[in-house]
C-alpha cells in the first residue's frame, strides 16, 4: 500500500480496466475508510449507491453522455449529496430540515469530500478511479433509475476497477504551482504568462498521446466550454429533487 502523498502524486484518471472483479470485503472496506472524511459539524451528509449489474453499469453510461469506457469499470459508484437523512432525523424530534442553499451547499461539499477520499483509498490498493461529472447530465433520470428519495442528488460518479496499465496515459500535467498557491494574499502577477506556459506543456502532451487540441490547450478549451454555462437545467433539476438554491 502506497502513502498518502505517493498516491496523490501517481494519480492520472483510469479509463483502461482489465476483466476483473472487485472482492466484496475490500470494497467495501474501501467505503468504509472514506467514511472517515471530514464533515460538516457531523451531518454525514453524503450516501453511496454501488452499481455492479452490468446492465446498470451500462444504463449509467448512457445517462452520464454515452461514456462507453464506463461499461468497462468492475463497478460504478454514485456519490450522492444526501439531506433525506438529515430530514428524517428531525422528524424524530417533530422537527423539518431547513431547505436551504447552505445545506444544499454542505451536503455536496460532504459528498465531494467522501468521493475524493474513496478515490484515494482506491488507489492507494492498485485499483484505478474516474471521477465521472456527466452522471449530472441528467439528474432527474439518474434519481429515477437509482430510486434516490427527495433531498438526494448524485455529485459524482466514480468508476472503479483494476486498471490495464498497458493502455493507460500517462500523468497530464497540471498548472504551475505559482499559478495556484498564493502567500498570504491572492496574486495575479504572472498569471498570463503562467497560462501560455501551461497551454504549451499541455498542447505537447496532448501531442504525445495522440489527441487532438487547439494550439492554446488548456485557456482555448475553458475559453470554448465555459464562457456560457454549461447544464442550464441544472438549477431548476435540483430544485425538483429536493434543493432550495436561493
Known amino acids: ?40 459539524s457531523n451531518m454525514q451528509a453524503y450516501s453511496f449507491v454501488v452499481i ?52 444544499f451547499l454542505v451536503s455536496s461539499v460532504d459528498a465531494a469530500l467522501v468521493g475524493m477520499s474513496l478515490s484515494l483509498a482506491a488507489e492507494s490498493v492498485g485499483l484505478g478511479t474516474t471521477m465521472v461529472g456527466g452522471i449530472r447530465n441528467r439528474p432527474i433520470e439518474v434519481a429515477r433509475f437509482l430510486e434516490l428519495p427527495e433531498g438526494v442528488y448524485v455529485v459524482f460518479g466514480l468508476a472503479i476497477g483494476w486498471p490495464d496499465w498497458q493502455r493507460v496515459k500517462p500523468k497530464k500535467p497540471r498548472l504551475p504551482q505559482e499559478a495556484v498557491t498564493h502567500q498570504e494574499t491572492y496574486s495575479a502577477k504572472g498569471l498570463e504568462k503562467h497560462i501560455e506556459d501551461y497551454d504549451h506543456v499541455l498542447y505537447d502532451y496532448y501531442t504525445m498521446t495522440g489527441r487532438k487540441s487547439p494550439k492554446a490547450a488548456w485557456s482555448g478549451i475553458i475559453a470554448r466550454r ?14 425538483e429533487l429536493g434543493f432550495i438554491l436561493k
Not at 472482492?23 to 464533515?39: F, G, K, Q, V, Y
Not at 445517462?63 to 444526501?82: H, T
Open 52 to 103: 455492479r449489474d452490468r446492465q446498470r453499469i451500462k444504463h449509467i453510461a448512457s445517462l452520464a453522455g454515452n461514456q462507453k469506457w464506463i461499461e468497462n469499470a468492475a463497478a460504478f459508484i454514485a456519490i450522492c449529496a444526501d439531506t433525506y437523512r438529515l430530514q428524517k432525523a428531525a422528524e424524530i424530534h417533530e422537527k423539518n430540515l431547513a431547505k436551504n442553499f447552505e445545506n
Open 1 to 40: 500500500m502506497k502513502s498518502v502523498m505517493q498516491t496523490l502524486k501517481d494519480h492520472v484518471s483510469i479509463r483502461e480496466f482489465i476483466d476483473k472483479p472487485i472482492e466484496d470485503d475490500l470494497l467495501m472496506e474501501l467505503i468504509d475508510t472514506a467514511r472517515r472524511s471530514p464533515t460538516s
Open 226 to 239: 465555459f464562457s456560457e454555462g454549461r447544464r442550464p437545467h441544472l438549477k431548476k433539476d435540483l430544485e
